[in-house]
């Protein structure tokens, strides 16, 4: 009876051990499923360009940048998010950028082109370069908007720009800016 009692201990206590130490590191380093959002916010953007005879297109940000399994530039603050998910992301393709942290930060718009992958700014938002004249004269430009009561609000902002619940963003590629 000794023996057989020394052997299962022997086979027992080490099979005890790696199950301890195999839930230790699971519960450590999966998803909690007690993740809460501290903030949860939601922003439009709409990126249009505009021709000379003023006919437009529209840009719209891509389904999933930020998501699990999609766009993920950058993994700077996916600790922050819920879900596998990094904080600032889309669903689909609406222009509608949506917010939920864990962590109470101002995320800005440059946060967002930074998971898409993407240039922002004046004289680069996409990859499409402000376009000069030989004369140095700007051609086509990009401009930034908020939108307002009276219509939109230029703003130079740009990746310093902080993600406000409710707010739409408006970037136009154009020889005359916002309107």
């Not at 004269?137 to 401009?143: G, H, I, R, T």
Request: charged share 10%; hydrophobic share 40%.
């Amino acid at each position: 009876m000794g023996l057989l009692a020394d052997r299962v201990l022997s086979i027992g206590l080490p099979l005890l051990g790696i199950l301890v130490v195999g839930l230790a590191f699971y519960a450590v380093t999966s998803p909690s499923t007690y993740q809460h959002a501290v903030m949860s916010i939601q922003v439009g953007l709409t990126i249009q360009l505009i021709a000379r005879d003023l006919s437009s297109s529209k840009i719209t940000p891509a389904a999933n940048i930020g998501r699990a399994g999609g766009v993920m530039a950058t993994t700077r603050y996916l600790k922050d998010g819920i879900g596998g998910n990094y904080p600032i992301y889309t669903l689909d393709t609406t222009g509608i950028i949506y917010v939920q942290s864990q962590v109470a930060r101002q995320y800005t718009l440059g946060d967002f082109f930074e998971v898409w992958g993407n240039a922002l700014g004046p004289t680069n938002t996409l990859g499409r370069p402000a376009n000069f004249t030989s004369t140095g004269v700007v051609d086509y430009y990009w401009a930034m908007c908020l939108k307002g009561p009276q219509g939109p609000i230029p703003t130079a902002d740009w990746g310093s720009l902080v993600l406000i619940n409710g707010g739409v963003i408006s970037l136009v590629y154009s020889e005359v800016g916002c309107s």
